[in-house]
Structure formats: structure tokens, C-alpha cells
Nanobody, 129 residues
């Protein structure tokens, strides 16, 4: 059974930085997609960033150039470095894992985060202006 636990949330002023970490247990690191998904009050969840078993990363347009996702298999942690934070980044951030990827057009790709099987409990990030 895969278990995920986020840490590192809190409050920061606009322009500041924060690092979120997700402790991963029980995962075998085979054909996966791992991501950070956030949900702001009154809004749907949106995927911020993901990394797959090929090491490919993708980012939401709103965080490109500011956020960086990384996976340390030795430490079993999935991190999200967030720089130049903005008030619109305020949300609950979840780490999530999908144990498979979609295959099409000759390659493997992460599926929609709505299909991710394992989720952490979330950590709150608040950015003040």
C-alpha cells in the first residue's frame, strides 16, 4: 500500500519561496507518474507539476519558470520548490501518484490527475500580497 505525506506548507509573502516535500512509502517506482496538485477555495483541483518514470516533467503554465518538481528515490521524497510565489498560488497542495501511464502516439504519458490512485492529506500554502 502506497502512503504519501506532505510537509513544508505555511505562510509567505509575495515573491518569497517555499519548498514542499512528500514522503513516499510502499511504492516500487515502476511505470509511474507523480505530481503535485493544488486546490484553491471554490476552485477545482489543478495539476501544478508532474514527473514520470522516464524523468520527464511538465508544469502548469502559471508556474513555469517558478516551480521545480524533483524526485529523490533514495530518500523516497517528491519535492516541489516554489519561487517567486504569488497570492494566486494560495491553495492546498497535494502530492499524488499514479501507478500507470497512458500509451498513445508511440509514447507513454501521465494521465489526468483525476485518475491518480494515491493521494496525500494535503498541506496549506498561503501567499500574502
Amino acid at each position: 500500500q502506497v502512503q504519501l505525506a506532505e510537509s513544508g506548507g505555511g505562510s509567505v509573502q509575495s515573491g518569497g519561496s517555499m519548498r514542499l516535500s512528500c514522503s513516499i512509502s510502499g511504492h516500487k517506482y515502476s511505470n509511474y507518474c507523480m505530481g503535485w496538485i493544488r486546490q484553491a477555495p471554490g476552485k477545482e483541483r489543478e495539476r501544478v507539476a508532474n514527473i514520470d518514470s522516464d524523468g520527464s516533467t511538465t508544469y502548469h503554465d502559471s508556474v513555469k519558470g517558478r516551480f521545480r518538481i524533483s524526485l529523490d528515490k533514495d530518500k523516497n521524497t517528491l519535492d516541489l520548490q516554489m519561487n517567486n510565489l504569488k497570492p494566486e498560488d494560495t491553495a492546498t497542495y497535494y502530492c499524488a501518484v499514479d501507478d500507470t501511464r497512458a500509451y498513445y502516439s508511440g509514447g507513454y504519458y501521465c494521465r489526468s490527475h483525476w485518475l491518480f490512485r494515491y493521494w496525500g492529506q494535503g498541506t496549506q500554502v498561503s501567499v500574502s500580497s
